[in-house]
């Protein structure tokens, strides 16, 4: 069983175009966070939410929109794509925000190419 | 910026040999460094994770050393295998704040046979 998932594995889309990426775990978390990881591999974080609470929201541009309707959920919205945003993202959960030392668990990643 | 500074970008290793990777941070809040792994087109995967109050904690073929006056950690792989060929990323984090990972730009290892 897979215990973070992610849909689509890939996305091909024009710019200008409004995506959307689905993440759902099924290891009873409570902590899920959404990663950038781009071209030359470096991974940052860009958004963290805690029992469906926002809790980190990093330096991303606001055409990006997390929305969790459940702890098991997270999604995330991209408005008006633009080339810059091509990139794997990574979705992926722990235990608990704050909880000593807790593994974060990733999903396989969506592939985000914008032409 | 960069929090923690990962060396080399690279590397290549015979089976059987040592990797070494290097991860060095500015931080002196952080108190949480795990290494993840990650194999192509996968996420990547805790590996090993310590905590400053130890200088070394071994997991199988897997070492992490660390050193806290000099700010610095290091990953050994010993007996190097061909399915050891990954990216592997240090990172650093302060637990008791809003536990937010920041990682190295990781380093892809090639084991040959």
């Known amino acids: 069983d897979t215990a973070v998932s992610q849909t689509p594995k890939y996305l091909v889309t024009q710019m200008g175009n409004d995506k959307s990426i689905k993440c759902e775990q099924n290891?009873?978390?409570?902590?899920m966070y959404w990663y950038k990881q781009d071209s030359k591999k470096f991974l940052k974080i860009m958004f963290s939410y805690n029992n469906k609470e926002l809790i980190i929201n990093e330096t991303v541009p606001n055409r990006f929109s997390p929305k969790s309707p459940d702890k098991a959920h997270l999604n995330l919205h991209i408005n008006s794509l633009e080339l810059g945003d091509s990139a794997v993202y990574f979705c992926a959960s722990s235990h608990t925000l704050a909880g000593v030392g807790d593994t974060q668990y990733f999903g396989p990643g969506t592939r985000l190419t914008v032409l | 910026q960069q929090q923690v500074k990962q060396s080399p970008q690279s590397l290549i290793v015979q089976k059987g040999g040592i990797s070494i990777i290097n991860c060095a941070y500015e931080?002196?809040?952080?108190?949480?460094f795990p290494w993840y792994q990650q194999f192509p087109g996968k996420g990547p995967a805790l590996l090993i994770a310590?905590?400053?109050?130890?200088s070394e904690k071994k997991e199988g073929r897997f070492t992490i050393s660390f050193n806290k006056s000099a700010k610095q950690f290091s990953l050994h792989i010993m007996d190097s295998q061909p399915g050891d060929s990954a990216t592997y990323f240090c990172a650093a984090s302060i637990e008791r704040n809003d536990y937010k990972l920041s990682f190295g730009a990781g380093t892809t290892v090639t084991v040959r046979a």
């Open positions: 290891l009873g978390h409570d902590t």
């Open positions: 310590i905590r400053p109050d130890v």
């Open positions: 931080n002196t809040a952080f108190d949480y």
